[in-house]
């Protein structure tokens, strides 16, 4: 069975100080992993999708990374404005479907 | 700029209800999703659908049904509501698991 785990569950971070947020997976063949935002109360955005081990994204002060077990979310001088919840979620080519972490909550303060 | 619309934002229903929620995408995508999310539970798939008239059952439907007529358009029925059902629900839309989801803005639904 497909299993994605994120961690740390939650993040509180002081404006500038820059950390990493974790999504380890066990699965029988990633086909794509998937970066959301969540703002509370709100749908979830779309920031990044990485198909193969080595492949890194990048936005504004976030930064996505794949290895063959883990992705990792890297934000770099964090803002305020960055505080939300952030899941990650993996496609293995089941139906299109989608396996999503329980995600997790950044809180960013001055 | 595409979309997801869910046709609430919020919800308050009385227990024994029948709910509707309509979710509407402008992507002409084949699949579609219904989800809810609960804290400490995450993302949990109820019911999706990949063509008009067709679904299949997620991870938790029971208490729920579906209807796909056309297209653009899922709905979620609760057929009686109850108090465990407070939820937010979330639609999703996609042409292929490969490219992701978009997703609605939620329904945040109360039974009291």
């Known amino acids: 069975e497909d299993q994605v785990t994120q961690s740390p569950e939650a993040l509180r971070l002081q404006e500038g100080e820059s950390s990493s947020l974790n999504c380890s997976y066990t699965?029988?063949?990633?086909?794509?992993l998937f970066w959301y935002r969540q703002d509370p109360g709100k749908g979830p955005e779309f920031l990044f999708t990485?198909?193969?081990a080595g492949e890194e994204k990048e936005k504004e002060r976030l930064k996505a990374t794949l290895t063959k077990k883990e992705s990792f979310l890297h934000i770099t001088a964090p803002k305020p404005e960055d505080s939300a919840t952030y899941l990650c979620?993996?496609?293995?080519?089941?139906?299109?479907?989608?396996?999503f972490g329980t995600g997790t909550r950044l809180q960013v303060t001055l | 700029d595409v979309k997801v619309t869910q046709s609430s934002r919020y919800l308050v229903k009385r227990t024994g209800e029948k709910v509707f929620l309509e979710c509407v995408q402008d992507?002409?995508?084949?699949?579609m999703f219904w989800y809810r999310q609960d804290p400490g539970l995450g993302l949990r798939l109820i019911y999706f659908?990949?063509?008009?008239?067709?679904?299949e059952k997620g991870d938790i439907p029971e208490g729920y049904s579906v209807s796909r007529e056309k297209k653009e358009r899922f709905s979620l029925i609760l057929e009686s509501a109850s108090t465990n059902q407070t939820s937010m629900y979330l639609c999703?839309?996609?042409?292929?698991?490969?490219?992701?989801?978009?997703f609605g803005s939620g329904t945040r639904l109360t039974v009291v």
């Open positions: 992507m002409d995508h084949e699949n």
């Open positions: 699965v029988s063949g990633l086909r794509g």
């Open positions: 659908s990949y063509d008009v008239k067709m679904k």
């Open positions: 979620a993996l496609f293995t080519g089941t139906a299109s479907k989608l396996t």
């Open positions: 999703a839309s996609s042409s292929s698991g490969q490219y992701g989801y978009t």
């Open positions: 990485l198909y193969s």
